[in-house]
């Protein structure tokens, strides 16, 4: 119930955009997305709650397609600080185990000068 | 506004001893998720608690538990321990239960089975 994602890796140069895809072969309910930096927890970015929704803040925005069962993360004129691992996570709902939460495989994105 | 908090921050054990973890919730969050993650994977749901009552487990085995306590801080415990079990293990504060709420992280614990 893993989500995929895409790419698994990128190499952008400061000021250039990049998209990375997430998609799942359960339906979703609810997407969230999450940086990670090496050596570092997770932090939050946004959580996308209905399909078609999208939301953004600063050069970092999100869509999320609930029929498709696909999310994409926008980063636009990207910065050094975006450098780090992007991983989808969406919510799933077990009648034996109760409330689950699947991070996706990973993007690796790297910004250099 | 204190954020979420983990100790030890790194621990060496032999395969077959017994760990136990501990996390401190963001203040006004009443949910607790643990998460293992592996060098160069992505972290791995194993439980989730809600004022006190498991809300949701991952596919970990029996010998992975857990708690949380009145003041909503968590431990997570491992028994046996084996040495695929040498991971960072994340925990995530967050409100009510929800898995639509967002998670805000501890920093980890460094687990090392020797």
């Known amino acids: 119930q893993q989500p995929v994602q895409s790419p698994q890796a990128v190499i952008l140069r400061e000021g250039e955009d990049a998209v990375i895809n997430c998609s799942s072969s359960k339906a979703l309910y609810s997407v969230h997305w999450y940086r990670q930096k090496h050596g570092e927890a997770p932090v939050f970015l946004m959580i996308?709650?209905?399909?078609?929704e999208q939301k953004g803040h600063d050069k970092i925005s999100a869509s999320f397609n609930e029929k498709k069962q696909q999310s994409s993360l926008y980063l636009t004129a990207s910065q050094l600080s975006y450098s780090g691992t992007y991983f989808c996570g969406t919510t799933g709902l077990s009648g034996d185990t109760g409330n689950q939460f699947y991070f996706g495989t990973g993007t690796s994105l790297t910004v250099i000068p | 506004e204190t954020g979420v908090t983990q100790s030890p921050t790194h621990l060496i054990k032999t395969r077959g001893q017994q760990v136990t973890l501990r996390c401190s919730s963001q203040s006004g969050h009443n949910t607790v998720s643990w998460y293992q993650q592996a060098l160069g994977q992505g972290p791995q749901f194993i439980f989730q608690y809600y004022r006190e009552e498991e809300n949701g487990r991952g596919n970990f085995p029996p010998r992975f538990s857990g708690l949380q306590f009145p003041n909503y801080s968590s431990e997570l415990n491992v028994n046996a321990l084996e040495l695929d079990d040498s991971a960072l293990y994340l925990c995530?504060?967050?409100?009510?239960?929800?898995?639509?709420?967002?998670?805000?992280f501890g920093p980890g614990t460094r687990l090392t089975v020797l």
């Open positions: 996308l709650l209905k399909g078609g």
């Open positions: 995530a504060s967050s409100l009510d239960g929800s898995s639509y709420n967002e998670q805000f």
